[in-house]
Nanobody, 129 residues
Framework: QVQLVESGGGLVQAGGSLRLSCAASGRTFSSCVMGWFRQAPGKEREFVAGIRRSGGSTYYADSVKGRFTISRDNAKNTGNLQMNSLKPEDTAVYYC??????????????????????WGQGTQVTVSS
């Protein structure tokens, strides 16, 4: 079992930066893929970024590539999402998610939110124009 708690959301002007954190409890976090998803009002939840259990492989949605960076520290049971050059369209509730990493699957397998079985409560990110 893994419990996830996000923090770091807030209000920022376009072009600014925010760093989201995901604190995990449970001994199996280091065995999990960690993903970040977001959901804007009236829209479906969408994939943002993911990182495999070792941290050696990261992957991003095209909409955030080059602006966002995902990272993790398994020793501290934490994950982060550094968000730079924020745009108003990045406004959403951001969720941290985790699932046991099955090494047989490619990165793209973990783009889908239904693959994940552990979720945080979400943190609001608002980007003003």
């Amino acid at each position: 079992q893994v419990q996830l708690v996000e923090s770091g959301g807030g209000l920022v002007q376009a072009g600014g930066s925010l760093r989201l954190s995901c604190a995990a409890s449970g001994r199996t976090f280091s065995s999990c893929v960690m993903g970040w998803f977001r959901q804007a009002p009236g829209k479906e939840r969408e994939f943002v970024a993911g990182i495999r259990r070792s941290g050696g492989s990261t992957y991003y949605a095209d909409s955030v590539k080059g602006r966002f960076t995902i990272s993790r520290d398994n020793a501290k049971n934490t994950g982060n999402l550094q968000m730079n050059s924020l745009k108003p369209e990045d406004t959403a509730v951001y969720y941290c998610a985790a699932v046991r990493d099955n090494g047989w699957y490619s990165d793209s397998y973990y783009y889908t939110d239904s693959r994940y079985n552990f979720w945080g409560q979400g943190t609001q990110v608002t980007v003003s124009s």
